[in-house]
């Protein structure tokens, strides 16, 4: 069984920075592309960014250059650097794997709050 566990998540002032870590539990060969995404209240779920299994990353235009995505095989583990972080940014960050012919996978979620 595939497990993602976020964690990270937490109160940071404008302008600061938050690492975002997935641990990620389980069989997951075949993964093709694992995310990063957020969901504010009242909005629906966007993605953030998102890695493929040959390295490609992608970002969405309201973080490119502020935020980057990684992952460290050896540990299991996809990470999201949240730098110069805006109030806009506030909202509930969730992982997610992508698996082919098994399909998507989720974590529960980690609070992200931008306030001064």
């Known amino acids: 069984q595939v497990q993602l566990v976020e964690s990270g998540g937490g109160l940071v002032q404008p302008g600061g920075s938050l690492r975002l870590s997935c641990s990620v539990s389980?069989?997951?060969?075949?993964?093709?592309?694992m995310g990063w995404y957020r969901q504010a209240p009242g909005n629906e779920r966007e993605l953030v960014a998102f890695i493929t299994a040959g390295g490609i990353t992608n970002y969405a235009d309201s973080v490119k250059g502020r935020f980057t995505i990684s992952r460290d095989n050896v540990k299991n583990t996809l990470y999201l650097q949240m730098n110069s972080l805006k109030p806009e940014d506030t909202a509930v960050y969730y992982c997610s794997v992508r698996i082919i012919n098994r399909g998507n996978y989720w974590g529960q979620g980690t609070q992200v709050t931008v306030s001064s």
């Open positions: 389980g069989s997951i060969f075949g993964w093709s592309l």
